[in-house]
C-alpha cells in the first residue's frame, strides 16, 4: 500500500503524513525523497532542494548553476530542471516499489497512477487556520504567513499542474480531500488510518 498526500502550505499535510506513517508503521518520505533521489541520479542534493515542487524557467536553471547546465547539455540528458524532476519521478517509482509508505508531494500521485495499491489525499483548510498556524511555526507576523502561503501554493500548483496535466487541489486528482480543520490533526489523522484499513489494502 502506498499513500500520497498533496497539501496546500499550512494546512497541516506533512504532520498529518508523519503520524499515519507511524501509525500504520509504514515507511515516510518527504526531504528523505529528495536525498534519495540525489544519490540515485548523482546530481547535487542542492538542485532538488531549489526546484522542489517549483517549476522554474530555462533561464532560470542556467543563472542558477550555470556548470551543470553546461553538463546537462554534455550528457544530453535535458535541462536541469528536467533532469531532476525525472530522478524525483524515477525514485518515487522505486520507494513504492520496495514496500508500503507515505509519500508527501512531489507528484507522487501522478508518478504512480498506473499503480492499483495507492489512496491519493488532499489535505486543505481554511487560509485564517493556516496564517495562524505558519505564523506560529514560523514566528513571522500574520501578513508574511500569508505571503508565504500564496507563494508556496502557487509553486506547488504550478509544479503539479505542469507536470501531472491535472489540476491540483482539484476532488477529481484525488481519492480523498479533507479539511484538517473539521477535527484537528489527530483527527484527521484517525480517520484516514481508518479509510485506509476498511479499503482492505496490504500493509507490510
Same mark, same amino acid.
Given at each position: 500500500?502506498?499513500?500520497?498526500?498533496?497539501?496546500?502550505?499550512?494546512?497541516?499535510? +506533512?504532520?498529518?503524513?508523519?503520524?499515519? &506513517?507511524?501509525?500504520?508503521?509504514?515507511?515516510?518520505?518527504?526531504?528523505?525523497?529528495?536525498?534519495?533521489?540525489?544519490?540515485?541520479?548523482?546530481?547535487?542534493?542542492?538542485?532538488?532542494?531549489?526546484?522542489?515542487?517549483?517549476?522554474?524557467?530555462?533561464?532560470?536553471?542556467?543563472?542558477?548553476?550555470?556548470?551543470?547546465?553546461?553538463?546537462?547539455?554534455?550528457?544530453?540528458?535535458?535541462?536541469?530542471?528536467?533532469?531532476?524532476?525525472?530522478?524525483?519521478?524515477?525514485?518515487?517509482?522505486?520507494? &513504492?516499489?520496495?514496500?508500503?509508505?507515505?509519500?508527501?508531494?512531489?507528484?507522487?500521485?501522478?508518478?504512480?497512477?498506473?499503480?492499483?495499491?495507492?489512496?491519493?489525499?488532499?489535505?486543505?483548510?481554511?487560509?485564517?487556520?493556516?496564517?495562524?498556524?505558519?505564523?506560529?511555526?514560523?514566528?513571522?507576523?500574520?501578513?508574511?504567513?500569508?505571503? +508565504?502561503? +500564496?507563494?508556496?501554493?502557487?509553486?506547488?500548483?504550478?509544479?503539479?499542474?505542469?507536470?501531472?496535466?491535472?489540476?491540483?487541489?482539484?476532488?477529481?486528482?484525488?481519492?480523498?480531500?479533507?479539511?484538517?480543520?473539521?477535527?484537528?490533526?489527530?483527527?484527521?489523522?484517525?480517520?484516514?488510518? &481508518?479509510?485506509?484499513?476498511?479499503?482492505?489494502?496490504?500493509?507490510?
Amino acid at each position: 500500500m502506498v499513500i500520497t498526500v498533496g497539501r496546500q502550505y499550512g494546512s497541516g499535510g +506533512r504532520e498529518i503524513g508523519t503520524a499515519l &506513517a507511524n501509525r500504520l508503521g509504514i515507511a515516510y518520505y518527504d526531504d528523505l525523497l529528495l536525498k534519495k533521489a540525489a544519490e540515485e541520479s548523482g546530481l547535487c542534493e542542492e538542485l532538488f532542494h531549489s526546484f522542489d515542487e517549483r517549476p522554474k524557467s530555462f533561464l532560470y536553471s542556467i543563472a542558477l548553476d550555470p556548470y551543470s547546465f553546461s553538463m546537462s547539455h554534455v550528457n544530453s540528458r535535458g535541462s536541469i530542471e528536467q533532469q531532476v524532476y525525472l530522478a524525483t519521478y524515477d525514485t518515487i517509482k522505486k520507494l &513504492a516499489d520496495q514496500g508500503s509508505c507515505v509519500l508527501i508531494g512531489r507528484c507522487a500521485d501522478y508518478a504512480l497512477k498506473d499503480r492499483d495499491d495507492v489512496v491519493n489525499l488532499f489535505i486543505t483548510a481554511p487560509l485564517e487556520n493556516r496564517i495562524e498556524r505558519v505564523a506560529k511555526r514560523n514566528g513571522i507576523s500574520k501578513e508574511e504567513a500569508k505571503d +508565504r502561503i +500564496r507563494k508556496t501554493d502557487k509553486s506547488r500548483a504550478s509544479y503539479y499542474n505542469f507536470y501531472s496535466a491535472k489540476e491540483w487541489g482539484d476532488a477529481k486528482s484525488y481519492d480523498l480531500c479533507i479539511d484538517s480543520s473539521l477535527l484537528g490533526i489527530d483527527g484527521t489523522v484517525e480517520l484516514l488510518e &481508518a479509510m485506509v484499513r476498511l479499503k482492505g489494502l496490504d500493509i507490510r
